[in-house]
């Protein structure tokens, strides 16, 4: 069966960026001229993806605008014949029924929050995106590598790099036994471990593709690291029936949660836009002295 449905985890509050939170969903921070959203999901759609999922909360309406209509701004556009602009707003709204709202009452956590989709997904393999990970790549995307790979070995798949050691206790840290050039099968995983306790430096990132058989495990709501329902915990017991693989990508990964993963997101994005990348490389030579 193709993945045909995303999942797109956006209920969290931002709190590491108020106050520019506090009255914005952090998904709608940009980077460059585009929200962190916003890349997310046109990776999801360039990977083949029919259907987007996003489990929200409180304070995500402009999020879900950002998807939608605006007719005072595609009539003003239209009547100052600004058709560049009109179309790339127009371009920003999926077909009717591509995109599909559900909502995370309590912050309970990753697990929980996938597990609010269970409804909409059904017994299908899926995607999940987290949009706060960032990855510029040479060439195809991340997702859609995954899915190719998810086409030969029809089983659960994890975005996998290699991490710093004393950042193990940040990531859900593998157990991994390398298969091919770009792959590895997972034999254990454990949540944020402290660098002594870690098997490895490999790490997961925010894109999967997992089986049906998840929704077992998740709905177990079994507290993990941090008293959240952790997806590690999920795919720990998945592991016991079915294999799990490791992608290792090729590209950087920008963590946009975090100000610095941020800020170094938007330079580099920058930095590919060849309108951009002149002025800016002069002014980091200033600015280094």
């Not at 005072?72 to 599909?100: F, Y």
């Amino acid at each position: 069966m193709r993945v045909k449905k995303a999942v797109f985890p956006v209920a969290g509050l931002g709190t590491r960026f108020i106050p520019a939170t506090k009255a914005m969903a952090k998904e709608m921070l940009t980077v460059v001229d585009k929200p962190i959203i916003q890349y997310a999901v046109e990776e999801a759609f360039a990977a083949g993806i029919e259907q987007i999922i996003f489990v929200t909360g409180r304070g995500k309406k402009a999020l879900e605008d950002h998807f939608d209509r605006s007719y005072e701004l595609e009539t003003m556009l239209k009547t100052k014949g600004k058709t560049d602009l009109l179309r790339q707003v127009n371009e920003l709204v999926p077909r009717t029924g591509t995109i599909v709202y559900t909502r995370q009452h309590d912050p309970l956590g990753l697990g929980h929050a996938i597990w609010c989709a269970r409804d909409i997904v059904g017994d299908e393999p899926f995607a999940v995106l987290l949009a706060d990970d960032m990855i510029q790549t040479p060439d195809k995307p991340v997702l859609t590598k995954m899915v190719e790979k998810f086409e030969r070995f029809r089983a659960s798949i994890a975005a996998v790099m290699e991490v710093e050691k004393d950042q193990t206790d940040k990531y859900g840290i593998l157990d991994a036994t390398p298969l091919e050039e770009d792959m590895v099968k997972i034999n254990d995983m454990v949540e944020k471990p402290k660098p002594e306790d870690a098997p490895s430096n490999l790490a997961i990132v925010g894109r999967y593709i997992l089986t049906p058989r998840i929704w077992e495990y998740l709905g177990k709501k079994q507290a993990g690291a941090g008293g959240e329902i952790q997806l590690t915990d999920a795919m720990k017991g998945l592991l016991t029936e079915q294999p799990i693989f490791g992608y290792k990508f090729k590209g950087t990964r920008f963590d946009c949660g975090d100000k610095v993963g941020f800020q170094m997101a938007n330079l580099s994005f920058s930095l590919e836009r060849p309108e951009m990348r002149d002025k800016l490389l002069e002014f980091i030579k200033t600015i280094k002295g």
